[in-house]
């Protein structure tokens, strides 16, 4: 399932394709939403649409700083696990995310300008608050092992934003 | 139900072999044959637990190769692939299949061969088994260790130096390993002092790339003693396989193992007995801060409390309840497919009164075989027969 789709960022809506790269997730019949989206929900309920998570800042959970990297990866390459903010109204479990830590020079949302090859100066620590930052190749597609056809190789780093 | 007894067992020296995986189970595969006092063509059933032969070696169709070669056919053949728990799923199969009646004679054989792979082709691999949302990110193996590592001393205030002391206890349980990858000890200097690999984890917090198999042996518990002394066999008194989250994002607590909780649930209730009742346990310690985790969610320790149990020495050879006598992945290493099986065949060592200079008093023993980063879990239980 890629990020980049260009869906709505209602939940439960259709939508009409904005061209803009959104970070999606899925929301299910009972109110829970799920990143990356799944056939059902963790209790076994349909999907009813999706939510873009680009519009929702996060909390750090954890962090590392990997140096020892695939084919086509960054290094080093830090990764956190993410936590999103997501409004008094949403009371399912957490919504959570793992992904690349961005610099925080990196650019802004929606801009082409993400590097797999640039890890830049990265500065995260438990409980910060980051911002989704759209990246086109977070790794070299075709450099591991896994096919480069089968799945999708741009999304979000988080850059924090405090 | 049929209760399952090992009546024979073997393993290759892990570490960097020349033999490819094909060579590789069959050296284990006739040891073990060997040890039970049996040939090939005596076996009903043949499995080999391997991940990646064919990503590795471009070398699939294992399973048959090692029947030819051990001159076991037509025994029926499958090959098992769990990740990293293919060995504890291969156990679990064969222990199905006796356990059931559809054989009487089982033979299961793990192996992988990896040490031909750079560093980074190998992490790539074993990282295959990852989510795409997780891959594309550049996720290891080792930076989901990492990310955890970092979140449990932050919730538990347990010390960077615990972590250290589970690398520095089983090099030091290695060391009378004749079959480990490392023989010798390390002290924690060494191991606080190693290159950063996923911070705040270190080299020596992880397990090494290795080559290897090992192979077991399985009869019904009433025809045991065809094959081996009434005190030289070991019954599979419970055993139990879990999985949790494919994403390991989306559990709930990333410091909780739940399918390492729910494997050996279901294993301590078959077995008759609960965590205070194992003698002695083989984790995997794929990285250190695996071992305080699957302590915890096995039921030894509180959660939290895991870290304080190594800093006391209770997990020592000597200590109240001795872990990874065998030096563990740690320093025995891992390669993926024979992991699972090694474990249980130093638990078996240990409950026949076989494990030489790393003999442990012990009725009981559990070995937790974890796939991925606690996706796929496989925890048994065994017993003596005296």
């Known amino acids: 399932m890629s990020d980049h789709e260009t869906t709505d960022t209602d939940a439960g809506d259709e939508a009409e394709p904005t061209g803009e790269p959104t970070f999606e997730a899925a929301e299910y019949a009972d109110g829970t939403v799920t990143y990356p989206p799944h056939t059902v929900s963790p209790n076994g309920a349909e999907r009813v649409g999706t939510v873009d998570l680009g519009d929702h800042a996060a909390r750090v959970v954890t962090w590392t700083t990997s140096t020892a990297t695939p084919p086509g990866v960054r290094e080093p390459n830090t990764l956190a696990i993410v936590e999103f903010e997501m409004g008094d109204d949403y009371d399912g479990p957490p919504v959570r995310a793992l992904g690349q830590v961005a610099s925080r020079g990196d650019a802004v949302d929606g801009d082409d300008s993400g590097d797999a090859d640039e890890p830049g100066d990265v500065d995260v620590d438990i409980g910060d608050r980051v911002e989704p930052v759209y990246a086109d190749d ?25 | 139900m049929e209760r399952v007894a090992i009546v024979g067992a073997s393993m290759t020296r892990f570490g960097q072999r020349d033999a490819w995986v094909r060579e590789l189970l069959a050296e284990a595969g006739a040891a073990a044959l060997d040890d039970a006092g049996i040939d090939g063509d005596d076996l009903d059933h043949l499995y080999v637990s391997n991940m990646a032969s064919g990503e590795f070696e471009g070398q699939t169709g294992v399973p048959n190769a090692l029947a030819h070669d051990l001159a076991a056919t037509p025994a029926y053949t499958a090959r098992i692939d769990q990740t990293s728990s293919s060995g504890g799923a291969g156990l679990y199969a064969a222990w199905q299949s006796v356990a059931s009646g559809a054989s009487d004679l089982t033979m299961l054989v793990g192996g992988e061969k990896m040490t031909h792979r750079t560093t980074a082709e190998a992490t790539d691999v074993i990282a295959s088994l990852t989510h795409p949302v997780e891959y594309k990110h550049g996720v290891t193996l080792p930076s989901f260790a990492g990310l955890t590592a970092r979140l449990y001393l932050d919730e538990y205030d347990a010390p960077r130096e615990s972590l250290g002391k589970v690398a520095v206890k089983n090099h030091r349980n290695g060391v009378d390993n004749p079959h480990a990858q490392f023989q010798k000890e390390v002290d924690l200097d060494t191991v606080l002092d190693s290159p950063v690999v996923a911070d705040p984890l270190r080299l020596y917090d992880f397990c090494p790339i290795t080559d290897g198999s090992a192979a077991l042996v399985f009869c019904p518990e009433s025809v045991a003693e065809e094959y081996v002394p009434e005190d030289q066999y070991a019954v599979i008194s419970g055993i139990g396989g879990a999985t949790d989250t494919h994403v390991v994002h989306e559990r709930a607590d990333p410091t909780t193992m739940g399918g390492v909780a729910d494997s050996s649930d279901i294993a301590y209730e078959m077995a008759g007995i609960g965590p205070d009742d194992v003698d002695v346990a083989e984790l995997h310690d794929m990285f250190t801060i695996l071992e305080f985790l699957q302590s915890e969610d096995l039921g030894f320790f509180e959660k939290g409390e895991g870290w304080k149990a190594v800093e006391a020495g ?6 109240d309840l001795p872990i990874n006598t065998s030096g563990g992945l740690k320093s025995k290493g891992h390669p993926l497919g024979a992991s699972g099986v090694a474990q249980v065949y130093e638990i078996y060592q240990q409950v026949t009164g076989n494990a030489g200079p790393r003999q442990v008093e012990a009725d009981t023993g559990l070995a937790c075989n974890v796939g991925g980063f606690g996706n796929c879990v496989t925890t048994t239980v065994l017993e003596g027969s005296q």
């Open chain 2, 314 to 319: 209770v997990t020592d050879r000597d200590g």
């Open chain 1, 138 to 162: 977070l790794r070299e597609p075709g450099a591991g092992i896994r096919e480069p056809e089968s799945q999708d190789w741009d999304g979000f780093r988080f850059r924090p934003v405090e």
